[in-house]
């Protein structure tokens, strides 16, 4: 962005207890000491990434956010929103840019969109708050930094950089507001972004319903798309934005279409039609998440199968998986309900073995395409919360996958040791991950022979990618290596903070974790709860990734995290707060469910002497 710092010198400080992850204070940004202190013995490398990603987002704020800032909280996106996207594209450079891409894209749906569907959704410029402090989040930071990217994609590389630039000779040592940002990107580009700023305004993820034909005759097909959304915003027609896609023939050959397929949506409604397609085509939509909606567009197996082999894509090549995955865990459901023998398809299985033998796939995009889908993220996905059967259904798909392919795996891993235990290049980084997904899949296996290979695995660690990647998946099921395994990495990282954070979560995320482990894992001698970083592993990987034990039916989930909110907001409003937002998902319930969540969050509201912070989102939390 040729953006020089103006000091001359970059200085920093490391903290423990510290609420956020960092803050870009000029002249000495705050760091919390998980984003900086790191070495291969005590770091997993996606430590190694998160420090240089928010190091690069704190650096990057000196200008966005320091030099040119925000003239008021209401324009808090302008800042972080912008900062994001800078951030984002500083690690795509640094690693993989389709893998970045797709990370990035995992947790905006996992969690924007989440808040975005429930009562705590707002758009990313909001109108009014009780407490700012909770208006940091993932719409004001990452659907903020999707709006940006919009107008990069609409613009292009060189027409937002002469935004940019317009942008900070208009405002370098000003107070600003998103408007001026989107007025200097506009008049940079002679780009009419009127219609598009309604972004800023409008909450809720979009969706959009698309319909197609295929005419034999005139060789045409036609494409039509539907906007919808839920929002609040009284003034919401429809959104402006970049509606990219591709078209594909049955045999996997990309079709030559106009404009290589950029089209613009700014209508309800709109057609496409594309000339001289010899035969009904299979397309790919919303190529490289060019907007940050939902499609809602069925492929069958066959044909995401032909996708998931020849998009040119990354994104939709690795969207074109996970659809695979889900549609292969709803016919698992179906065979549950119907108590028939639970079975893996045979598209899926060729298009799998296709998957684990394509030796030109990048090692970390190979290793994301080959990682089952968690269960909070298809449960935050869904309308309604399913324990009942997609839980067993998910653990039945990895078994099954485990047990066809297991010789595979092996064979896989045995090939994965190119590079040194400390190497920190992109190549390396990807090796471990795609060793560590095939580890992931051994361990569910119906024989020992799985979870020999990963504690194996695990004693001869000689980092910490290796060594946590194996604890996890260890102590995640119940195996005569699971209490070996967490006492030898209790006794030998006892004294080190942030590794024996990770020590917590893994426990606190394990599929039998109950209410007296967390007991026992808060009365140890290790954790103290006035450090946020303990907080987040302990509690805060129990709310938001075991959504199965939070939710049981006994309410005892909902209670736990509720007595912690009460414990907690005297001493830090902030955090407690952040715990609160875990309770987001009321509507999503069942009647039973419902009730209990009810009562906690009503016996947190009526707390005596209750923080503004975590009053406003338990209050919200209770709207349906």
């Known amino acids: 962005f040729g953006l020089e710092y103006d000091l001359d010198i970059y200085m920093i400080v490391a903290v423990d207890s510290f609420n956020m992850g960092a803050m870009e204070n000029k002249g000495l940004n705050i760091f919390n000491s998980s984003y900086v202190l790191a070495n291969p013995k005590t770091a997993t490398d996606s430590d190694f990434q998160g420090i240089e990603s928010v190091i690069g987002h704190e650096y990057f704020h000196n200008w966005t956010g320091n030099r040119v800032t925000c003239r008021d909280w209401f324009q808090l996106t302008l800042k972080e929103g912008l900062t994001v996207f800078r951030d984002q594209e500083f690690s795509s450079d640094m690693l993989s840019r389709p893998v970045k891409r797709i990370e990035d894209v995992q947790g905006l749906k996992a969690f924007q969109f989440n808040e975005d569907s429930g009562p705590l959704s707002h758009p990313i410029k909001p109108k009014s708050y009780i407490e700012i402090n909770n208006f940091y989040t993932a719409t004001v930071y990452e659907k903020g930094a999707e709006v940006i990217r919009m107008i990069h994609t609409l613009l292009g590389e060189e027409g937002f950089r002469k935004g940019m630039d317009l942008y900070f000779t208009r405002h370098d040592g000003q107070a600003v507001t998103t408007e001026d940002f989107v007025q200097a990107m506009a008049d940079a580009n002679d780009y ?7 972004w800023y305004d409008q909450n809720g993820t979009p969706e959009l319903d698309i319909e197609t034909d ?13 906007q919808k959304v839920k929002t609040n915003n009284p003034n919401y027609n429809c959104l402006y934005l970049p509606f990219y896609f591709a078209l594909y023939s049955n045999s996997g050959e990309k079709l030559t279409i106009d404009n290589d397929g950029r089209a613009i949506l700014n209508q309800i409604e709109q057609e496409f039609v594309i000339d001289h397609v010899e035969s009904r085509p299979i397309p790919s939509f919303n190529t490289n998440f060019s907007a940050p909606v939902k499609i809602n567009y069925k492929l069958d197996k066959d044909q995401l199968a032909v996708l998931m082999a020849n998009d040119l894509d990354p994104f939709n090549q690795f969207n074109a998986v996970q659809k695979i995955y889900r549609l292969e865990v709803q016919s698992l459901i179906e065979l549950l309900q119907d108590n028939k023998p639970l079975e893996l398809s045979e598209v899926f299985k060729m298009s799998y073995e296709v998957l684990i033998k394509n030796i030109d796939l990048d090692a970390s995009f190979k290793a994301l395409c080959m990682s089952v889908p968690k269960t909070y993220e298809l449960l935050n996905e869904s309308a309604s ?7 067993v259904a998910l653990s039945s798909l990895k078994k099954l996958i485990s047990d066809h392919f297991q010789d595979n795996f092996l064979s896989l891993t045995s090939l994965l040791n190119k590079y040194s235990a400390d190497d920190l290049s992109k190549e390396a980084m990807g090796e471990r991950a795609l060793k560590n997904a095939t580890l992931a899949l051994l361990a569910k296996g119906k024989t020992s022979t799985g979870l020999d290979y990963v504690y194996n695995e695990f004693k001869q660690a000689e980092n910490m990618t290796q060594e946590f990647a194996c604890l996890r998946l260890l102590c995640n099921y119940d195996n005569p290596y699971r209490d ?3 006492n030898a990495f209790y006794d030998k990282w006892r004294n080190e903070p942030l590794v024996m954070q990770k020590w917590l979560s893994a426990q606190a995320t394990a599929l039998d974790c109950n209410i007296d482990m967390l007991t026992s894992l808060e009365n140890d001698p290790i954790f103290d709860k006035t450090i946020p970083n303990n907080i987040r592993a302990l509690y805060g990987s129990f709310a938001k990734y075991n959504l199965e034990r939070l939710n049981d039916l006994d309410g005892s989930g909902y209670r736990y995290i509720a007595d912690k909110v009460l414990e907690i907001d005297p001493m830090n409003p902030q955090i407690a707060a952040g715990l609160c937002k875990t309770l987001n998902f009321l509507k999503k319930l069942d009647p039973q469910r419902q009730e209990l969540l009810k009562g906690e969050l009503k016996r947190i509201i009526a707390t005596e002497k209750l923080s503004s912070d975590t009053y406003e989102v338990a209050s919200k939390n209770l709207s349906v």
């Open 214 to 226: 295929y005419d034999e005759d005139s060789k045409q097909y036609t494409i039509k798309v539907k």
């Open 484 to 486: 070996k395994a967490l």
């Open 192 to 198: 009419d972004f009127d219609h598009f700023k309604v």
């Open 385 to 391: 919360f399913d324990f009942e059967y997609l839980p």
